[in-house]
């Protein structure tokens, strides 16, 4: 069996600042990571991924995650926030290249002028 | 870019009543999703297809709901009678089905049952 955790529910941070969104995952064998972020009235888009390789992870619009599996985390950041991220981010854990994704319950990012 | 289409974005129906979402994933796509998000809860896998018949289904996915792939373009989603906890943003993706395992997502239909 496989889970997400995603503490807390929103995230608030000002322009410029750094963002750091955490993800825990559980999974029995090797996981693969997502990051999917929603803007209001759209689907899911793809961030960035970790299936094997290198773990430092970079994704579109400057988000990049890392993993760690002593840690079984998977944290998103990017350095500098841009009102453009204001939007629901998801954390997804899958055990194969097919196999369908586990969803953490999301987190709110807010940036502030 | 290619992108999963549904429609419609909004479904109203009654309890009881039969629904059918539509999708149209990305055309040289092999494998197929259908996704929920009941509002204010998380992403939650229903059902994936591959090679014409369900390869993996979630405890949600009971005998009301079916999916099919009638004419090698369309993916539907059938609920045949509606329950009241059935109202959510139902998602579509497809997935190419190649190493890398990038899975596009539709933009949802909103199905409220009242």
């Known amino acids: 069996a496989q889970s997400v955790t995603q503490l807390g529910s929103h995230v608030s941070v000002s322009e410029g600042a750094l963002v750091l969104l955490r993800c825990n995952y559980s999974?029995?064998?090797?996981?693969?990571l997502f990051w999917y972020v929603q803007y209001p009235n759209q689907g899911l888009q793809l961030l960035l991924k970790?299936?094997?390789?290198?773990?430092l992870v970079k994704g579109i619009n400057g988000f990049e995650a890392e993993f760690k599996k002593s840690e079984t985390s998977f944290h998103l950041t990017k350095p500098s926030a841009h009102m453009s991220d204001a939007a629901e981010y998801f954390c997804a854990v899958s055990t194969g290249a097919n196999s369908k994704l586990t969803f953490g319950k999301g987190i709110t990012l807010s940036v502030r002028p | 870019e290619p992108e999963v289409t549904q429609t419609p974005s909004h479904q109203v129906t009654q309890m009881g009543q039969e629904v059918i979402l539509r999708c149209v994933p990305i055309?040289?796509?092999?494998?197929f999703y259908w996704y929920r998000q009941i509002l204010g809860q998380k992403v939650e896998f229903l059902v994936s297809?591959?090679?014409?018949?369900?390869?993996?289904k979630s405890e949600i996915f009971d005998d009301q709901f079916s999916v099919e792939r009638p004419d090698g373009s369309n993916f539907t989603l059938k609920i045949r009678s509606t329950k009241l906890e059935d109202s959510a943003m139902y998602f579509c993706?497809?997935?190419?089905?190649?190493?890398?395992?990038?899975?596009?997502f539709g933009p949802g239909t909103r199905l409220t049952v009242t």
């Open positions: 993706a497809s997935s190419a089905g190649t190493s890398g395992r990038n899975l596009y």
């Open positions: 055309s040289n796509h092999l494998y």
């Open positions: 297809f591959y090679n014409n018949e369900i390869s993996e």
């Open positions: 970790y299936t094997t390789g290198a773990t």
């Open positions: 999974s029995s064998v090797p996981p693969y």
